[in-house]
C-alpha cells in the first residue's frame, strides 16, 4: 500500500529523527548500513513510521531514548505492540542483529525512497510478519558486518490483511 506524506509529515520526520540521533549519549554510529549516515537512517525510519500511523490511524511513539532505542514499540495498532523496519531499497527485506531485537508482537516493513530524490514522500507499506511467525521463517544471512537474521518481502504478510482486520475491528457505528 502507498501512503503519501504531506509536506508537514516530512518536516515532522525530520526534525524526530534530529532529536533521535542527537539524543544519542555515546554518540556512536550505526556501523550496520553501508552508504547512509546515521541522520538518514533515522529520517528513513521516521518516514516509515508516519506512513503506518497514517495508514491505521494510531499514533507514534514521539518519545527520545538518550542511549538509543528503549525497547518501546514504535507503535501501538490496536492492542498490538509493533516495530516499524523501514529501508531504501525495494523489495525490502528484514534485518535484525538478533533474534532478541524481534521484542514486539509484530513488524511492519516499508521502502522509503532516497532522501532528496523527488520520490521521498512516497513511502510503499509492504507487509508485516508475527514474532512467532518471523521465529518459523527466518534465515541467516551476511552483508558484509556478520551474521544477521533476515526475512526476504516474499514471506510477509500482505499489509492489506492487517488493514482489513483493523478497519472492522475498530470500524465506527454511526
Known amino acids: 500500500m502507498t501512503v503519501m506524506l504531506s509536506e508537514a509529515d516530512v518536516v515532522r520526520a525530520d526534525r524526530l529523527a534530529y532529536m533521535r540521533n ?25 518516514r516509515g513510521e ?6 491505521f490511524g494510531f499514533p507514534i511513539d514521539e518519545s527520545i531514548a538518550l542511549g538509543g532505542d528503549d525497547g518501546a514499540p514504535d507503535i501501538y495498532i490496536g492492542e498490538y505492540r509493533a516495530e516499524i523496519k523501514s529501508c531504501k531499497y525495494s523489495p525490502p527485506i528484514i534485518k535484525l542483529d538478533t ?66 482486520y483493523f478497519s472492522e475491528r475498530y470500524k465506527v457505528q454511526a
Not at 27 to 37: D, I, L, Q, V
Not at 50 to 55: F, G
Open 50 to 55: 508516519i506512513a503506518v500511523s497514517k495508514l
Open 22 to 46: 542527537s539524543g544519542k549519549v555515546d554518540g556512536g554510529t550505526n556501523h550496520r548500513s553501508s552508504g547512509s549516515g546515521d541522520l538518514d537512517i533515522h529520517k528513513i525510519g521516521m
Open 99 to 164: 533474534l532478541m531485537e524481534f521484542r514486539s508482537d509484530l513488524v511492519v516493513v516499508c521502502y522509503c525512497p532516497p532522501i532528496g530524490s523527488r520520490f521521498e514522500s512516497r513511502i510503499e507499506v509492504w507487509g508485516c510478519v508475527s514474532r512467532v511467525r518471523f521465529l518459523k521463517m527466518y534465515s541467516q544471512q551476511d552483508f558484509g558486518h556478520g551474521e544477521r537474521v533476515v526475512l526476504p518481502s516474499e514471506k510477509l504478510a500482505p499489509i492489506a490483511v492487517l488493514s482489513q
